[in-house]
């Protein structure tokens, strides 16, 4: 059986669950799998390899945060033939994240709603759970670990967060994404304002002189950032990554519009929007960046992409890799492949 008609199957009785309480049964599930070898039968992409960052990504199809918060099943997801994974966000100590219930599915529009918020076990936890990864030992691939800060933590000490975490990842890490676009920690996205990001931005390519001289390994920083943005906010932000030298930038996180899916259930829920709405809002960001990025600095594309012309969609308005999450819920893991395959074709 196909791993599409696979999922196909699966799906109703996962949607018939809790969001949530989906999500926690597929991935310790994925875990068992891998771990007996089972997931050797997915038909994986072949090699297309990209250099980005100055890392070889064995294909431009990558996994993006938030899946796997804690990093407890790198394993299981590497084996579905991502080029790169993605996990996170973790933040400096443990956090339970916002009540439940806090993710909400809207298959009319094949869209999610969540306001997890950060919820992790905290940074020495996820290291642990890196350092434990056959995929981290054996060194099987390219891993990005994505860092934020406690929701208690006072917007103008959340820089204090970002470097205690920097220096606890860096020495695991294939690349660190700077998560400052979540909407579902308050204030979060004040981070991206023009002074507070030229500050954090400062600080944080010091820190990785400093550990790249520690560790005699440089490991490149990207940046995450949301796609409710105008064209000045768009320009701000290249302006600040030229200028910092920082090494990517991961466009987009969630939305907070609901212009996309006004009317249905759920559509009213707090959180941010993903799936198939954000597409081209995430497009729209992708186009601004590269007008005024060009080849400086690499833009990788995540939002609403649902098949391989959306991953190609993507890299036609600028990206040079993409990554997936919603799809990954209504597709189910075919949909990597698929998309691996519509990038190599071109």
Do not use: W
């Not at 007996?36 to 890392?55: W, Y």
């Not at 299981?76 to 009540?99: K, M």
């Not at 701000?236 to 939305?255: C, E, F, G, P, R």
């Amino acid at each position: 059986m196909s791993t599409k008609l696979l999922y196909a199957c699966a799906r109703p009785f996962l949607f018939s669950m809790d969001p949530e309480g989906a999500h926690n049964l597929t991935l310790p599930l994925l875990k068992d799998v891998a771990s007996l070898g089972l997931t050797k039968l997915i038909c994986r992409p072949d090699a297309d390899r990209r250099q980005v960052m100055g890392i070889t990504f064995p294909n431009p199809v990558g996994l993006a945060a938030g899946l796997d918060k804690d990093g407890a099943y790198i394993d299981g997801l590497a084996a579905l033939g991502f080029g790169s994974i993605e996990i996170g966000t973790v933040t400096p100590r443990a956090q339970a994240g916002n009540p439940k219930p806090r993710m909400f599915r809207l298959p009319q529009a094949q869209a999610i709603i969540n306001r997890m918020g950060f919820n992790n076990g905290g940074v020495d936890a996820f290291v642990a759970n890196v350092q434990r990864s056959k995929f981290y030992q054996d060194k099987l691939g390219v891993l990005g670990l994505n860092i934020g800060k406690n929701a208690d933590t006072p917007i103008e000490r959340a820089a204090d967060d970002y470097l205690h975490c920097l220096g606890k990842v860096y020495p695991y890490a294939s690349y660190v994404t700077v998560n400052i676009s979540s909407p579902n920690t308050k204030n979060l996205r004040q981070l991206q304002g023009a002074s507070e990001l030229d500050e954090l931005l400062a600080k944080l390519k010091d820190a990785q002189q400093r550990l790249a001289d520690q560790h005699k390994r440089y490991v490149p920083l990207a940046l995450k950032i949301a796609p409710d943005m105008d064209v000045e906010q768009i320009k701000m932000i290249a302006d600040k990554l030229l200028q910092h030298k920082i090494d990517a930038v991961i466009a987009t996180n969630t939305t907070l519009s609901r212009d996309a899916v006004a009317g249905l259930n759920h559509a009213q829920e707090a959180g941010g929007l993903s799936g198939a709405p954000v597409f081209e809002l995430s497009n729209a960001v992708i186009r601004g960046l590269k007008a005024e990025l060009g080849d400086a600095i690499p833009i990788i594309g995540v939002g609403g992409i649902l098949s391989g012309e959306d991953a190609q969609a993507k890299i036609n308005a600028g990206a040079q890799l993409v990554q997936l999450y919603s799809g990954l819920i209504y597709q189910g893991p075919a949909l990597i492949r698929e998309c691996a395959e519509a990038l190599k074709r071109k």
